[in-house]
């Protein structure tokens, strides 16, 4: 049963141009969204978030859109650079816990 | 500020033996988490912690895995008898609890990258 989908397991973009990453959920107590960012042979790292009562959040070239009727959310990344190149994890929480759960992942490569 | 600190980095077994992984969460971090990344999936939550209590083990195989949080900081994850499927990474991850941290926000360790042969 997997609550959180990333359909696209792979992204190529070229430097400077947009890279969209999508996820779709399935469970409407989800109260927060999360992107993760994973380097090789590193941990997942924060990157941003979306509570379920907003629609947009924006943090320097990073901004998040979710869509609660949809159960879409996205990730911009607006220019994309080649430090961009990792896995992108999408993940929500429950309502009122710590509990993540995570998609598979889209691996984007941003090349010159 | 130290990071999570996890080890062994990697661990090759047969199966049938044992193989345990230790994890240091930042200090003060009252909660400590350990998840499963099976190759081409997302972490899957094995185990989450509260100081030294069990919020949620739902979907350890206890069976097999066991975990401990001894005085609330440091972690152990034991895997007794390993199976070809146990071949994974186990990220230790940590967070502020409650109000204190961002919702979701957990700071993850390199990971230990288990081989079951």
């Known amino acids: 049963d997997q609550q959180v989908k990333q359909n696209s397991p792979s992204l190529s973009v070229q430097e400077g141009r947009i890279s969209i990453l999508n996820c779709d959920y399935t469970?409407?107590?989800?109260?927060?969204f999360l992107w993760y960012k994973k380097y090789p042979a590193e941990g997942p790292t924060f990157l941003i978030s979306i509570s379920s009562i907003k629609d947009k959040n924006e943090d320097g070239r990073f901004t998040v859109f979710l869509n609660k009727s949809a159960k879409h959310l996205s990730l911009h990344i607006v220019p994309s650079q080649p430090g961009d190149s990792a896995v992108y994890f999408c993940?929500?929480?429950?309502?009122?816990?710590?509990?993540?759960?995570f998609g598979t992942g889209t691996r984007l490569q941003v090349f010159p | 500020e130290a990071g999570v600190a996890q080890s062994p980095r990697y661990k090759i077994i047969e199966k049938r033996q044992s193989v345990a992984f230790w994890c240091n969460p930042i200090s003060g971090h009252a909660t400590l988490y350990w998840y499963q990344q099976i190759l081409g999936q997302g972490p899957k939550l094995l185990i989450q912690f509260q100081n030294n209590g069990v919020v949620d083990d739902s979907q350890l195989p206890k069976d097999r895995f066991s975990a401990e949080r001894l005085k609330g900081v440091d972690s152990t994850l034991k895997i007794q008898p390993a199976k070809l499927e146990d071949s994974a990474v186990y990220l230790c991850a940590s967070s502020l609890a409650g109000l204190s941290g961002r919702a979701g926000e957990l700071f993850f360790g390199e990971g230990s990258r288990l081989t079951v042969l």
């Open positions: 993940a929500a929480t429950l309502y009122n816990t710590d509990k993540l759960i």
């Open positions: 469970n409407s107590m989800f109260d927060y």
